[in-house]
């Protein structure tokens, strides 16, 4: 029961759930990194929400099965083919043996994740399946995929539940994005007028984007450190500036510990959406009070339940 | 002696919060203290902090606060003392193990005999592990061999290499991107997947360098 690939894309990751209570190992989350997306994914075809599936970026693979399966795309929206016959995306798709399953290039967002019932065969490292690229660790050979690679996948009961996301839980793409806030530990190293510029800046996705984090474009912030900081835990979502004043926004393989001022964090309601920031994408950040980020979770999980019931662990 | 002085801890996101400390020591005691306590998702020591994580959709920001001020200041020693067994680890230095060995001996003005001598003639201890999976910063270094950072970072560097920067010795557990001048490499495996406990290395733990060849110069 595998999967052949044709074409690999840009950089198509096994992902899975993250790798939690590691950081002070220096283990950094790992997981899809829109969890939301892939989990949307996952409970079409009928899986636990973080079942192993693949990440795509940018650019998608080109898979030939050598088995029928069940399969369904999600996140950024992207061109999906089943032998030269588009497909779409939210649906559940019947593959049959020898079927050739195309996704293409995204439009809006960036990456896409494709579940497979069952979910693919993979063991767990450090507790989790999912691919940390800079160490090689989990996924396929720790590696990104190559064409020629064959994915097994995990045989069993496959028992669909629904056809297709409602309209009402899938998520918005969009190219102008909104990230709710709160202020981040060493928020005093930035000048009044730099915290005042970060939550009023239009700000643009710059092209160094990965994984790991991306930098932001717009004007240069004030930040004093009297040399470098003291190495300190850092987070998916922490924002740091250093002093060449360039903002950069970590993503979900941040490093676990950095020396620049951390001057904001992602509130955990939209950490998710910080894997579908595009480069060239408009970015605004909306600070909020720690209070204020606890009601705008629970409001999410509520809208999100019905739909995903396990909402509160995925994100 | 004791002195009852609740912690200071601030909050540094919707569901972080940031607990300040003398040095890497106390950072390490007082994690392994809140460790235990699975309110904490994340219990992060830094060289001068403790950032802690819990479920916000679980307990309120104010909850979570206090239930650190609640821990008394004196639950925090700086762990003086702890040794234990002293781990040796063998090093080829120099050649392509090691290949900022010989720039960084130009650098500092001594032979690659003479820093290999430095580096293996003292004891060490690691401090803590962080930036990366078992990434090991490793206190004891001779003050003559304080290195600066690679001008450009290296995309990736072995596991086992072996850098200096500053007043640390750092190990790399696994291959990883790196801007620390690598002097060497250490033949021993410092991650192995298989096991439960895959790091070879933990904060306390005392090491030694030996030499098991040097070559360049």
Same mark, same amino acid.
């Given at each position: 029961m595998s999967i052949l690939v044709e074409r690999?894309?840009?950089?198509?990751?096994?992902?899975?759930?993250?790798?939690?209570?590691?950081? /002070?190992?220096?283990?950094?989350?790992?997981?899809? +990194?829109?969890?939301?997306?892939?989990? #949307?994914?996952?409970?079409? &075809?009928?899986?636990?929400?973080?079942?192993?599936?693949?990440?795509v970026t940018f650019d998608g693979p080109t898979l030939v099965f050598d088995t029928p399966a069940t399969v369904a795309l999600t996140g950024?929206? !992207?061109?999906?083919?089943?032998?030269?016959?588009? !497909?779409?995306?939210?649906?559940?798709?019947? &593959?049959?043996?020898?079927?050739?399953?195309?996704?293409?290039?995204?439009?809006?967002?960036? $990456?896409?994740? #494709? +579940? %497979?019932?069952?979910?693919?065969? &993979?063991?767990?490292?450090?507790?989790?399946? =999912?691919? /940390?690229?800079?160490?090689?660790?989990g996924g396929h050979r720790g590696r990104a995929l190559a064409a020629g690679d064959t994915l097994d996948t995990v045989t069993g009961p496959r028992t669909p539940q629904d056809c297709r996301t409602p309209d009402a839980y899938r998520p918005m793409l969009t190219h102008a994005w909104a990230l709710r806030v709160c202020p981040g530990a060493d928020r005093e190293s930035a000048t009044r007028d730099a915290l005042s510029a970060l939550t009023s800046t239009n700000w643009t996705v710059g092209r160094r984007a990965d994984r790991m984090g991306l930098e932001l474009e717009g004007p240069l912030?004030?930040?004093?450190?009297?040399?470098?900081?003291? =190495?300190?835990?850092?987070?998916? @979502?922490?924002?740091? !500036?250093?002093? =060449?004043? &360039?903002?950069?926004?970590?993503? %979900?393989?941040?490093?676990?510990? @950095?020396?620049?001022?951390?001057?904001?964090?992602?509130?955990? =309601?939209?950490?998710?959406?910080?894997?579908?920031? $595009?480069?060239?994408?408009?970015?605004?950040?909306?600070?909020?009070?720690?209070?204020?980020? +606890?009601?705008?979770? $629970?409001?999410?999980?509520?809208?999100?339940? $019905?739909?995903?019931?396990?909402?509160?662990? %995925?994100? | 002696m004791t002195e009852y002085q609740a912690l200071q801890v601030r909050t540094c996101g919707d569901d972080l919060l940031s607990i300040a400390v003398a040095n890497v020591r106390e950072a390490q005691s007082l994690a392994a203290l809140l460790r235990p306590d699975s309110f904490w998702l994340e219990v992060v020591p830094g060289l001068d902090s403790v950032v802690?994580?819990?479920? *916000?959709?679980?307990?309120?920001?104010?909850? *979570?606060?206090?239930?650190?001020?609640?821990?008394?200041?004196?639950?925090?020693?700086?762990?003086?003392?702890?040794?234990?067994?002293?781990?040796?680890?063998?090093?080829?230095?120099?050649?392509?193990?090691?290949?900022?060995?010989?720039?960084?001996?130009?650098?500092?003005?001594?032979?690659?005999?003479?820093?290999?001598?430095?580096?293996?003639?003292?004891?060490?201890?690691?401090e803590m592990l962080g930036f990366m999976p078992g990434f090991a910063y490793v206190s004891g270094l001779d003050p003559r061999l304080c290195a600066g950072r690679l001008a450009a970072p290296r995309q990736r560097v072995p596991a086992g290499a072996v850098g200096i920067n500053g007043a640390y010795t750092g190990l790399y557990a696994l291959p990883g991107p790196g801007g620390w001048p690598i002097i060497g490499r250490a033949a021993m495996r410092l991650f192995d997947g298989a096991k439960d406990d895959p790091f070879l290395l933990r904060p306390g733990q005392s090491v030694r360098f030996m030499a098991e060849c040097t070559s360049g110069g």
């Open positions: 690999p894309g840009l950089q198509t990751t096994v992902q899975a759930g993250p790798r939690t209570g590691l950081r /002070y190992l220096g283990v950094p989350a790992s997981g899809a +990194a829109d969890a939301l997306a892939l989990a #949307l994914a996952n409970r079409l &075809v009928g899986n636990p929400p973080f079942a192993a599936g693949l990440e950024a929206d !992207c061109e999906l083919t089943l032998n030269a016959c588009t !497909c779409p995306a939210h649906e559940v798709i019947r &593959v049959r043996t020898g079927d050739r399953l195309a996704i293409g290039a995204s439009r809006t967002g960036v $990456r896409a994740y #494709l +579940a %497979i019932a069952g979910g693919l065969l &993979v063991s767990a490292v450090l507790g989790s399946a =999912s691919t /940390y690229l800079p160490a090689g660790l912030l004030g930040v004093t450190t009297g040399g470098r900081m003291p =190495s300190a835990a850092t987070f998916p @979502g922490t924002l740091q !500036c250093p002093e =060449s004043g &360039v903002p950069f926004l970590l993503g %979900i393989d941040a490093q676990t510990t @950095g020396g620049y001022p951390r001057l904001l964090q992602v509130n955990r =309601s939209d950490r998710h959406l910080i894997g579908q920031l $595009r480069p060239g994408d408009r970015l605004r950040l909306l600070l909020r009070t720690p209070a204020q980020a +606890a009601e705008e979770l $629970r409001e999410k999980h509520e809208a999100w339940r $019905r739909w995903l019931p396990d909402i509160a662990a %995925i994100i | 802690v994580q819990y479920d *916000a959709a679980q307990s309120r920001p104010e909850h *979570a606060r206090a239930r650190l001020e609640g821990l008394p200041r004196n639950a925090v020693d700086d762990g003086a003392g702890k040794s234990g067994t002293i781990l040796e680890i063998a090093v080829c230095y120099g050649g392509e193990d090691g290949p900022d060995l010989a720039r960084v001996c130009s650098e500092l003005g001594m032979s690659p005999t003479s820093l290999v001598a430095l580096h293996t003639g003292t004891d060490h201890r690691v």
